[in-house]
């Protein structure tokens, strides 16, 4: 499967935001963006004053530079880090492999993994290799003995307690049968499609790629909204599929939905969602990076 590069969503060791993502160094002429959103804010009658759509903006183009500046950042990431430990999976051609990483990442947050929080953005890897140095609990493991890491979960009980989840998983559970209750879901919804990488090919015909596979992850336990957004933007970004999100996906959503009821006031979500995604078709940008605004511009 051919890759390319894409503006990926995740943090680095330079991240701090509450979303993940860090301080961006990339460059880009000033107003390329801001223009169109003011003109479509404009148009679409926010309720906002001057001051917030401004800063609104402001969030909006900052999350355009960090997608276009982490790519960058990932070349130094760790070898043990679990997106080197996914694109290196990718690149030997093994795509079972690395969805399954993938989903070991999506499941502990690396997405959205601060930094500054002990373990955060290890704590996949950590779960993968088995607390070790290299990868324990591949998925040809798994799948032809997956009772094996059942019982090594429990085994490792006080092991478990040092994992660490991301912002956006902060609610899951180290505990043994609940982190097994996750891991088995996934294990279930590859079978039933023959494989990691078969749960995510399409047929080529679907209106909405992301959408179908969005749906297709809801029998994951425990990958909600969040989850499951934050999960299909990560293979996006790492050229495991191909759909792009036509919308922001703000049914189920907290700060991203929050933000757009404070912009456009309390409408139906329908509504919020065709706002946000018409602010993304407008001024050309993904609409990840409308959600990621909302999220950062509300707190």
């Not at 694109?87 to 990442?105: K, T």
């Not at 591949?138 to 429990?154: A, G, M």
Request: glycine letters at 8%; hydrophobic letters at 35%; proline letters at 3%.
């Amino acid at each position: 499967m051919a890759t390319r590069k894409r503006n990926p969503r995740f943090c680095t060791d330079n991240a701090a935001s509450g979303c993940g993502l860090g301080a961006s160094t990339g460059k880009r002429k000033k107003g390329t963006v801001s223009r169109k959103v003011h003109r479509v804010l404009d148009d679409q009658g926010v309720i906002v004053d001057q001051d917030e759509q401004d800063r609104f903006v402001e969030f909006l183009e900052r999350s355009v530079r960090q997608r276009e500046v982490v790519l960058q950042l990932w070349a130094r990431l760790h070898d043990n880090d679990i997106i080197t430990l996914i694109v290196a999976a990718r690149d030997a051609g093994d795509l079972d492999e690395a969805i399954w990483r993938g989903f070991l990442a999506a499941h502990l947050g690396r997405p959205s993994a601060r930094p500054k929080t002990e373990n955060q953005v290890e704590s996949a890897s950590m779960l993968l290799c088995g607390f070790g140095t290299t990868p324990k609990w591949t998925w040809n493991k798994v799948q032809k003995n997956w009772k094996s890491l059942r019982d090594w979960l429990y085994d490792h009980d006080d092991d478990l307690q040092s994992l660490s989840f991301g912002n956006h998983r902060k609610y899951e559970s180290q505990q043994p049968d609940l982190l097994w209750e996750v891991i088995e879901s996934f294990i279930d919804l590859a079978d039933e499609y023959g494989g990691p990488m078969a749960t995510f090919a399409l047929e080529g015909n679907e209106d909405d790629p992301f959408h179908t596979l969005y749906r297709r992850l809801s029998k994951l336990h425990r990958f909600g909204r969040t989850g499951r957004f934050d999960f299909l933007v990560m293979l996006l970004d790492l050229g495991l599929i191909t759909a792009e999100p036509k919308s922001c996906y703000l049914r189920g959503a907290t700060g991203p939905k929050q933000g757009a009821v404070r912009l456009w006031g309390r409408r139906g979500i329908r509504e919020l969602d065709r706002l946000a995604a018409e602010i993304a078709e407008k001024c050309g940008v993904s609409p990840v990076v409308v959600e990621d605004a909302l999220c950062n511009w509300q707190k």
